[in-house]
């Protein structure tokens, strides 16, 4: 049973548009006569819809969106004026509503309204219950069509034992990938560690890995655990895999097909349980053709191959990752959170990010922060050679080639969401702009794409 709640002031509007709904659409319907007593009525009763009226003596129809707001209340509230100020429509939709409808709207528009608002709440729980399900809520911020493939692979990936080879361009996140295999995997409570091959001096580096008995060099004071045994019973993450030397390479073979590992001076064997996420950013192909990289241990890691995008394949998730970024930078440095202007965004969003990625962009991020005084960071805070720039988006040099669709796919949401931000995310302002016939018809299109304001 579908429930919409009209509040209006004015007894004999509200319940002509409830007996109206209940004769179009067969909604149940409650009526409320002040902003108190539809606030009284969202906490006690289950509504899946509401019409609000904004101009209301005592707590008008503002005070309303921000209480709902406050109690964290999960309604479609659309607003309805008779004044035809659009102006105070516009600043409802800024606090949370839904839409807005003129009073003298046929009754038929104002139920296609009611119908539009509960389909895209029913949708949106849909979307919530499928995260959680799927382990889909992640750090890994987005929902463009190369990312969303991304997580689906992980969910799949995260619980078989076996090895898990990570590839990508420096600063795609690939860290953040063997975080959520862990999560997601068979023991989550169990130990994650991070090892960076590159990093390691050469001479330090199978010490560090299979771990060291006391005597075995010069310098080993004390017997020590290696990376293996550190993450018995969790998963162990190589990054730069490519970078480890031959002699680290052919041990780490012979643990990967035994489970076993013996410290550097020790001749006994000890067990360990340790699922192995590697990642590089290297062609491991090339440097095996190249005698670089050990063509067996190349295979023992290549069982699953995930595929991180670089961010140039993503860029209809850059505002999601601006707002994700501000947020954590704000609160690391301490500062009160900033909003971005719709300009700043869309100039962000054209950038190709080949240098480093989404560390590139974390970057840049914190540098407009650290200049920005006020509470917005405009176009003006953006660094003059990202705002500036008008190279040419590069072809994907990681990863699988783009299906013509994916591509198509990739450029709608760029250009759907870069419109949503220059009109702050007003629907029917969007849909104007972009010379389509209704905001339904762009609500379509944004389902379609994936598309809406809380996307991480």
């Given at each position: 049973?579908t429930?919409?709640?009209?509040?209006?002031?004015?007894?004999?509007?509200?319940?002509?548009?409830?007996?109206?709904?209940?004769?179009l659409?067969g909604?149940?319907?409650?009526?409320?006569?002040?902003?108190?007593?539809?606030?009284?009525?969202?906490?006690?009763?289950s509504v899946?819809?509401?019409?609000?009226?904004?101009?209301?003596?005592?707590m008008?129809g503002?005070e309303?969106?921000?209480?709902?707001?406050?109690?964290?209340?999960?309604?479609?509230?659309?607003?309805?004026?008779?004044?035809?100020?659009?102006d105070?429509?516009?600043q409802a939709?800024?606090?949370?509503?839904?839409?807005f409808?003129?009073?003298?709207e046929?009754?038929?528009?104002v139920?296609?309204?009611?119908?539009?608002?509960?389909?895209?709440r029913?949708?949106?729980?849909e979307?919530?219950?499928l995260r959680?399900?799927y382990g889909l809520?992640s750090?890994?911020?987005?929902?463009?069509?190369?990312?969303?493939?991304?997580?689906e692979?992980?969910v799949?990936?995260?619980?078989?034992?076996?090895?898990?080879?990570?590839?990508g361009?420096?600063?795609t996140?690939?860290?953040?990938v063997a975080?959520?295999?862990?999560?997601?995997?068979?023991?989550?409570?169990?130990?994650?560690?991070?090892l960076?091959?590159?990093?390691l001096?050469?001479?330090?580096?199978?010490?560090?890995?299979?771990?060291?008995?006391?005597g075995?060099?010069?310098?080993?004071?004390?017997?020590?655990k290696?990376a293996?045994?550190?993450?018995?019973?969790g998963?162990?993450?190589?990054?730069?895999?490519g970078?480890?030397p031959?002699?680290?390479?052919?041990?780490?073979?012979?643990?990967?097909e035994d489970?076993?590992?013996?410290?550097?001076?020790?001749n006994?064997t000890?067990d360990?349980?340790t699922?192995v996420v590697?990642?590089t950013?290297?062609?491991?192909?090339?440097?095996?053709?190249e005698?670089?990289?050990?063509?067996?241990l190349?295979?023992?890691?290549?069982?699953?191959v995930?595929?991180?995008?670089?961010l140039?394949?993503?860029?209809?998730d850059v505002?999601?990752?601006?707002?994700?970024?501000?947020a954590?930078?704000?609160?690391?440095?301490?500062m009160?959170?900033?909003?971005?202007?719709?300009?700043?965004?869309?100039a962000?969003?054209?950038?190709?990010?080949?240098r480093n990625?989404?560390?590139?962009?974390?970057?840049?991020?914190e540098?407009?922060?650290?200049?920005?005084?006020?509470?917005?960071?405009?176009?003006?805070?953006?660094?003059?050679e990202?705002?500036?720039?008008?190279?040419?988006?590069?072809r994907?040099?990681?990863?699988?080639?783009?299906?013509?669709?994916?591509?198509?796919?990739?450029?709608?949401?760029?250009?759907?969401?870069q419109?949503?931000e220059?009109?702050?995310?007003?629907?029917?302002?969007?849909?104007?702009?972009?010379?389509?016939?209704?905001?339904?018809s762009?609500?379509?299109?944004m389902?379609?794409?994936g598309?809406?304001?809380?996307?991480?």
């Open positions: 049973m429930v919409v709640l009209i509040v209006d002031d004015v007894p004999a509007m509200a319940e002509q548009y409830a007996y109206d709904l209940k004769r659409r909604y149940e319907t409650l009526v409320a006569k002040s902003g108190r007593t539809a606030l009284e009525s969202l906490t006690r009763d899946d819809c509401v019409i609000l009226d904004l101009e209301m003596p005592g008008d503002f309303v969106l921000r209480s709902v707001e406050r109690l964290g209340l999960r309604v479609p509230i659309i607003v309805y004026t008779g004044t035809g100020d659009y105070r429509c516009v939709i800024r606090l949370g509503a839904y839409s409808i003129d009073k003298a046929p009754m038929e528009r139920a296609q309204e009611v119908e539009n608002a509960i389909e895209q029913r949708l949106n729980a979307v919530t219950l959680r399900g809520e750090p890994l911020v987005g929902t463009s069509p190369v990312l969303t493939k991304l997580k692979a992980i799949r990936v995260a619980p078989v034992p076996s090895p898990v080879l990570v590839v361009e420096s600063g996140g690939k860290e953040l975080r959520e295999l862990h999560r997601l995997g068979a023991n989550p409570k169990g130990p994650f560690v991070a960076n091959s590159a990093a001096p050469h001479e330090l580096v199978e010490s560090e890995l299979f771990g060291h008995e006391r075995a060099f010069t310098g080993a004071n004390a017997t020590r290696g293996f045994e550190a993450a018995s019973g998963t162990l993450f190589l990054d730069e895999i970078d480890l031959p002699a680290a390479q052919a041990k780490l073979l012979r643990v990967l489970r076993k590992v013996t410290r550097l001076g020790g006994k000890i360990v349980n699922r590697a990642a950013h290297r062609d491991l192909e090339k440097e095996v053709a005698g670089r990289f050990r063509e067996d190349f295979y023992r890691l290549n069982v699953h995930l595929r991180v995008p670089p140039r394949d993503r860029l209809s505002p999601a990752l601006v707002e994700h970024l501000v954590a930078t704000c609160e690391r440095f301490g009160k959170t900033k909003s971005v202007a719709p300009e700043a965004v869309e962000l969003m054209s950038y190709d990010w080949r990625n989404i560390r590139e962009l974390r970057n840049v991020v540098r407009m922060l650290i200049a920005t005084d006020g509470d917005e960071l405009t176009r003006n805070a953006v660094p003059p990202i705002r500036d720039h008008r190279g040419a988006v590069p994907t040099a990681h990863g699988a080639p783009r299906t013509f669709e994916e591509q198509k796919q990739e450029a709608e949401r760029q250009i759907v969401i419109a949503l220059r009109n702050e995310w007003h629907v029917t302002k969007t849909a104007k702009e972009l010379g389509l016939s209704d905001h339904a762009l609500l379509k299109i389902r379609r794409l598309v809406q304001r809380d996307a991480s």
